[in-house]
């Protein structure tokens, strides 16, 4: 598989990569989905950066903000730094 990116709006994308989907805000990673199932990852600086990035991160993420932050505390998300 090929790294794919695709475009959601200005400065919003989703990469399609061999190890999984992440989703970018303008030039930070906000979220990342592995393929092999283990957690979703997001960012722990950037995740709830802004109004804009918290639209399209419910949009990659197919959820609420509540639902998001419930993952958080429940560790069924983990945060972590994308943007090493």
Known sequence: MKTKVE???NNQFIIRTPKGVYFQSYNSIIAF???DKRRTQ???YYWDY???TGKYRNMF???SIAETRA??????YLLTNLNK
């Open 61 to 63: 993420l197919n959820e």
């Open 33 to 35: 989905q592995p393929n």
């Open 71 to 76: 993952k958080i505390k429940s560790k069924e």
């Open 50 to 52: 802004s109004r804009t």
């Open 7 to 9: 475009q959601l709006a």
């Open 42 to 44: 997001l960012d722990n």
